[in-house]
T-cell receptor, first 116, second 114 residues
Framework: DGGITQSPKYLFRKEGQNVTLSCEQN?????MYWYRQDPGQGLRLIYY???????QKGDIAEGYSVSREKKESFPLTVTSAQKNPTAFYLC???????????????FGEGSWLTVV | AQKITQTQPGMFVQEKEAVTLDCTYD???????LFWYKQPSSGEMIFLIY??????QNATEGRYSLNFQKARKSANLVISASQLGDSAMYFC???????????FGKGTRLSVIA
């Protein structure tokens, strides 16, 4: 089945540790995104990539890093510099197809990160 | 400046009734798209409906319709014949241009009452 796969679903991190969240898509989409969601809040953009080997910071990039070595993969590393990393992380992808309605952003099922 | 505003933190609706979730937006780009997503308690984001800035007619998808008032910069979601399974968070979002990130509102929690 085509889609976006995030792993792990649940992750616990000790303070001071880096952790990497995986995001893989088999939709052949060019663009990929990482969002953070805090309880009862909307989604905030961390990083996005419109093409392989290129990415841009979003609104809350501090304490996070990404790479885009392959079209289908966009891993997010939550570093120890991120002071409050406990949140729900969503990966998404899209592609600029012919019709605007097909240019929808599709999301993975998310990863819950808890700092213990 | 906040680009997407959802003024209703929570809404209640009786089963089988219609409900309108409000969304206003702010942009100076003439080309933009407006989206609504549903997020159940499981956390997944489910795409519901899309409206392009140049679309002349309001978008509809089954029980969902988007009341697009361009001059007022409003893109309200209307859910007809509410069902218990409609209970969830609903997010309005906008993108300017193609292949750019979505900007989200803070969401509205809809509770459907039997």
């Amino acid at each position: 089945d085509g889609g976006i796969t995030q792993s792990p679903k649940y992750l616990f991190r000790k303070e001071g540790q880096n952790v990497t969240l995986s995001c893989e898509q088999n939709l052949n989409h060019d663009a990929m995104y990482w969002y953070r969601q805090d309880p009862g809040q909307g989604l905030r953009l961390i990083y996005y990539s419109q093409i392989v080997n290129d990415f841009q910071k979003g609104d809350i990039a501090e304490g996070y890093s990404v790479s885009r070595e392959k079209k289908e993969s966009f891993p997010l590393t939550v570093t120890s510099a991120q002071k409050n990393p406990t949140a729900f992380y969503l990966c998404a992808s899209s592609t600029p197809l012919a019709t605007e309605s097909e240019n929808t952003i599709y999301f993975g099922e998310g990863s819950w990160l808890t700092v213990v | 400046a906040q680009k997407i505003t959802q003024t209703q933190p929570g809404m209640f609706v009786q089963e089988k009734e219609a409900v309108t979730l409000d969304c206003t937006y702010d942009t100076s780009d003439p080309s933009y798209g407006l989206f609504w997503y549903k997020q159940p308690s499981s956390g997944e984001m489910i795409f519901l409906i899309y409206q392009g800035s140049y679309d002349q007619q309001n978008a509809t998808e089954g029980r969902y319709s988007l009341n697009f008032q361009k001059a007022r910069k409003s893109a309200n979601l209307v859910i007809s014949a509410s069902q218990l399974g409609d209970s969830a968070m609903y997010f309005c979002a906008m993108r300017e241009g193609r292949n750019t990130p979505l900007v989200f509102g803070k969401g509205t929690r809809l509770s459907v009452i039997a």
